[in-house]
């Protein structure tokens, strides 16, 4: 399983990529593994400011619905558009192509909260 070291991660299992003050958002190998394949990826809050842990869309697989939350709080930029016609890509590049938002962080400190890889590969015990 692939844990990238550039990124931090979450306990609901997101991941984020800090650019500047800017981060793109998307679901670990991990999430997508147990979701098993993705069908639909629903995010309608561009151009919200939402604030850390709240709901920001949600992923729908084949046996379930999960919500995905923010792991930092700041104004969602851009839905990545290219899941609307394949949500797929979260099962098959879930840290390239399958990213989900890209945000403008509104509190930069919050990312020293989020897990290292090697931290978040402890938590789901690979």
Do not use: C
């Amino acid at each position: 399983m692939n844990f990238p070291e550039n990124l931090k991660y979450t306990k609901d299992h997101e991941w984020i990529l800090v650019e500047g003050d800017e981060a793109k958002i998307g679901i670990t190998e991990f999430a997508q593994g147990e979701l098993g394949d993705i069908v639909f990826v629903d995010i309608s809050s561009e151009g919200e400011t939402l604030d850390a842990e709240e709901v920001f869309g949600s992923v729908e697989a084949v046996k379930t619905v999960s919500e995905l939350y923010m792991p930092v709080s700041g104004e969602i930029l851009e839905v990545n558009a290219d899941l609307e016609n394949a949500p797929e890509t979260v099962n098959s590049d879930p840290y390239g192509n399958g990213w989900m938002v890209r945000v403008k962080l509104s509190d930069a400190t919050q990312i020293d909260g989020l897990m290292s890889a090697e931290e978040y590969r402890g938590m789901v015990g690979a």
